[in-house]
């Protein structure tokens, strides 16, 4: 089973606004990953945040992760066409003794 | 990180017939995995794959039915027999490096598999 849920499933939006998605996990963590997937090719990983942190910047990215709620949140700021893709959160991979359990996934489209 | 490639990049197959996918790493890596991604669906892993042992599957996948081989440190090979139109799907496999951030996996581009 899915360890993590996403909402929203698609989401659209203006080029330049900001796109927020989130993530819902069941079981304790060490860390959650966030991918990126365009068109259904590979998964190219975008950040990943440990438990005993808050909040984590990566150029126009922002995650959030919240370990009473069992929640994380991704944030694209001044999104771009290029940002078209489906994006999955993913726990485990515990240095690399573990595997990757990924969320239902959000796919988000960019309109121009 | 280390740079994945995948064979064939997508094929379309006849049911009952059966094909091997091919993933090979540029750097030596002990841990591989490989996910299945149905159709619309986030990714399912199928099994992991350490150099020097037998594939460990997950539940709901068999070995009859996804063979494994991983010969060496860079490469190994899914093979899914006796397809059928449900096998449709991307194969992808993955890497955790060696070294470094061993908490993320690095993904080869997929293959997507149609059977019809």
């Known amino acids: 089973s899915q360890q993590g849920e996403e909402d929203p499933q698609a989401l659209s939006i203006q080029e330049g606004e900001n796109a927020t998605m989130n993530c819902s996990y069941k079981?304790?963590?060490?860390?959650l990953q966030w991918y990126r997937q365009n068109s259904g090719r590979g998964l190219v990983h975008l950040i990943l945040?440990?438990?005993?942190?808050r909040e984590k910047h990566s150029g126009r990215l922002r995650v959030t992760l919240d370990t009473s709620k069992k929640s994380s949140s991704l944030l694209i700021t001044a999104s771009r066409a290029a940002d078209t893709a489906s994006y999955f959160c993913a726990t485990g991979g515990n240095f690399g003794n573990e595997k990757l359990t990924f969320g239902t996934g959000t796919r988000l489209t960019i309109i121009p | 990180s280390a740079v994945i490639s995948q064979k064939p990049s997508r094929d379309i197959c006849q049911r009952g017939t059966s094909l091997t996918i091919q993933c090979q790493v540029d750097?030596?890596?002990?841990?591989m995995f490989w996910y299945r991604q149905q159709p619309g669906q986030s990714l399912t892993l199928i099994a992991t794959a350490n150099q020097g042992s037998e594939a460990t599957y997950e539940s709901g996948f068999v070995i009859d039915k996804f063979p494994i081989s991983r010969p060496n440190l860079t490469f190994s090979t899914l093979t899914v027999s006796n397809m059928s139109p449900e096998d449709s799907s991307i194969y992808l496999c993955?890497?955790?490096?060696?070294?470094?951030?061993?908490?993320?996996?690095?993904f080869g581009p997929g293959t997507r598999l149609t059977v019809l």
């Open positions: 993955s890497v955790t490096p060696d070294r470094g951030l061993r908490d993320t996996q690095y």
């Open positions: 945040i440990r438990s005993n942190e």
């Open positions: 079981t304790s963590i060490n860390n």
């Open positions: 750097s030596q890596v002990t841990m």
